[in-house]
């Protein structure tokens, strides 16, 4: 189902996609191809890996509460980068001889994310519930969707490392 959140999101996207406003794509990939490496330096320091989250989303946070169309491009952007990872991690683990652990993988990440998710959609709706304003709801949401799809990454990277 098509909510009004999800449609100013599209529009926000076809308004990007014609110019009207841009995220720093470059910026977005090289802050995300630094979480392998920050995840496995966080790891062998016994440090949470999820500390990783602040300096991968950067790029994101660094937008002024005035520019909140463009940080919440930035965070769909960055979201679309997060589930790509998670998938070619999948498919990595699939493509594994450990039948096993490949469905494990998928079963913990699956219901990690749809999890993860359905708390964005409370926030939400409470933020709705208590007449929020739109952009700063798109926002919330947004950023609340990218760190859904961050942290199901790291608890499955995490879970790889275990592994090795």
């Not at 076809?14 to 490496?37: C, I």
């Not at 016994?46 to 994101?60: D, G, R, T, V």
């Not at 949401?141 to 790889?160: M, P, Y």
Request: proline share 2%; with cysteine; glycine share 4%.
């Amino acid at each position: 189902m098509l909510t009004e959140l999800s449609i100013m999101v599209v529009a926000i996207g076809t308004f990007a996609g014609a110019g009207g406003l841009h995220a720093d794509t470059t910026s977005l990939q090289a802050s995300l191809d630094q979480a392998e490496m920050c995840l496995t330096e966080a790891i062998e320091a016994s440090a949470n890996p999820a500390e990783c989250l602040m300096k991968i989303h950067s790029p994101c946070l660094a937008y002024s509460q005035a520019a909140a169309p463009q940080a919440s491009l930035c965070y769909v952007e960055m979201r679309k980068g997060w589930d790509a990872k998670i998938k070619a991690m999948l498919e990595a683990a699939s493509a594994s001889e450990d039948a096993r652990l490949a469905a494990s993988f998928r079963i913990e990440s699956k219901y990690e994310l749809l999890a993860n998710l359905l708390n964005c959609d409370r926030l939400d709706e409470l933020a709705e519930l208590y007449k929020q304003p739109e952009t700063e709801r798109i926002l919330q949401k947004t950023r609340c969707e990218a760190t859904a799809s961050a942290v199901t990454f790291i608890k499955l990277f995490v879970g790889a490392e275990a592994e090795k």
